[in-house]
């Protein structure tokens, strides 16, 4: 028996040691008042990954090592998401307040100005940070942005503005019966059909673990962000949408597209509203050929212009 469980003991500290090695190192970064965890791999130009309300920095996991071939790649876990402190009863996240935390640690890691890649909410802290703070920010990468602000008022956005309304009415349902199950599941169908039920149990629990800090986004304090307002933002842009997700969702990223100064419009085939995670290898490719035009430390992004993404409409 002794030698049994000297052998268990072996293996069991080789399994811990080999995932220990091939874990990424979390760090912190103190910013804005709060700890912020975040990962970091690869050198180069700075790229930060900005996470939508779902996920934490993990939902970047099948970037990080393609990007860090090229670049030095941040990605952090916004306020209030795992595996930072958890909200208390006053906890402000606020839009406004989570540009703040974004613009403080890119000038805490002295890193700006950088490639911002957001996704969802994660995409309208990228755009506020570029209108408020335009030094800090090289490139944008926005993943079906969350500024619904661009729709207008006509008859070519009613069914986009619907569909908003519908889903917002469902989740202020869901959001009363304090079930985080409920709640994950719900809004990943709505979004992503089809990717909750085929998911593996560590991608449900880091959707689970995020359940307060969603909650918090979805009914948190937003900024104004119309079409004349994304008129302001000069940097070079590339905006994405998921063939398979909502058509609202679709609509208000090809708006955003068309409002910004110097943007292409991508749609990803066979993507939902999750692009990176159930389309990673197009979602990657079409990344990192917008970013190569960009690299170069030094250049002027506007006299890179010509660079043209062959979208799908």
């Known amino acids: 028996m002794k030698i049994v469980e000297k ?5 069991f ?10 874990a990424q190192v979390v760090r912190h970064v103190a910013a804005n008042g709060l700890s912020f965890a975040y990962v970091e791999a690869g050198s180069g130009p700075p790229v930060v990954l900005v996470h939508g309300s779902m996920f934490d920095y993990r939902e970047w996991s099948k970037q990080i090592k393609p990007l860090a071939r090229h670049y030095r790649v941040i990605a952090y876990s916004r ?10 009863a006053n906890a402000d996240a606020s839009l406004e307040v989570q540009v703040e935390d974004l613009a403080a640690i890119i000038k805490t890691l002295k890193i700006g100005p950088v490639h911002l890649i957001g996704h969802s909410y994660g995409g309208a802290v990228a755009l506020q940070l570029t209108l408020r703070h335009s030094e800090l920010v090289r490139t944008l ?9 661009v729709l207008t ?15 917002r009415a469902e989740m202020t349902e869901v959001f009363a019966s304090g079930n985080a199950e409920r709640i994950m599941r719900t809004y990943a169908t709505r979004v992503a059909p089809g990717a909750y039920e085929k998911a593996g149990r560590e991608v449900r629990q880091g959707l689970l673990d995020n359940a307060p800090a969603f909650q918090l986004d979805y009914n948190s304090r937003r900024l104004p962000f119309t079409c004349e307002i994304a008129g302001q933002i000069t940097a070079p842009a590339l905006v994405l949408a998921g063939e398979r997700s909502p058509t609202g969702l679709q609509r208000i990223a090809a708006k955003a597209a068309g409002c910004l100064k110097s943007a292409r419009f991508v749609r990803i085939p066979k993507a939902t509203h999750w692009i990176p995670h159930d389309q990673p290898q197009k979602f990657n490719e079409t990344l990192l050929g917008f ?6 430390t030094g250049i002027n992004p506007a006299r890179r212009l010509s660079y043209v993404c062959h979208s799908r409409s």
């Open 7 to 11: 052998i268990g003991a072996i293996f």
């Open 13 to 22: 500290a080789t399994v811990l040691t080999a995932t220990a090695a091939s």
């Open 79 to 88: 306020r209030y998401h795992w595996p930072n402190d958890v909200p208390t």
């Open 141 to 149: 990468v926005l993943v079906e942005p969350g500024v619904a602000g």
């Open 153 to 167: 008022d006509g008859p070519e956005d009613e069914a986009a503005r619907k569909e908003g309304q519908a889903g």
């Open 291 to 296: 970013l190569a035009h960009y690299k170069q």
